[in-house]
């Protein structure tokens, strides 16, 4: 069983930036595909990228591509994601989450989930 924590949330002006972090308790982390979803007032959650756990391929949501990036360390079992030029539509609590199918696009797809972290962004 992995458990997944995320840091880094917080509140930021529109077209600021943050860097979410995620730090899985095991080693198994290493071999899983990773990613991070979220989930605004009043909406389902969403994915938001991935990274499978070679870290040769990312994915990322038409919202977010070329704002966002996300990253990993597998020596430190870390995920990362780092967001700039932010919007008040990317306020949510973010979720870092772990899977061990290849590609990671879907909330179905998640067998990991950590408890969130919240992120406001002010107009």
């Known amino acids: 069983q992995v458990q997944l924590v995320e840091s880094g949330g917080g509140l930021v002006q529109a077209g600021g930036s943050l860097k979410l972090s995620c730090a899985a308790s095991d080693e198994s982390f290493s071999s899983l595909t990773a990613g991070w979803f979220r989930r605004a007032p009043g909406k389902d959650r969403e994915f938001v990228a991935s990274i499978p756990w070679l870290g040769s391929r990312t994915h990322y949501a038409d919202s977010v591509k070329g704002r966002f990036t996300v990253s990993r360390d597998n020596s430190k079992k870390m995920l990362y994601l780092e967001m700039n030029n932010m919007q008040p539509d990317d306020t949510a609590v973010y979720y870092c989450?772990?899977?061990?199918?290849?590609?990671?696009?879907?909330?179905?797809?998640?067998?990991?989930w950590g408890r969130g972290t919240q992120v406001t962004v002010s107009a």
């Open positions: 989450a772990a899977a061990r199918r290849v590609l990671l696009l879907s909330v179905s797809s998640v067998d990991y």
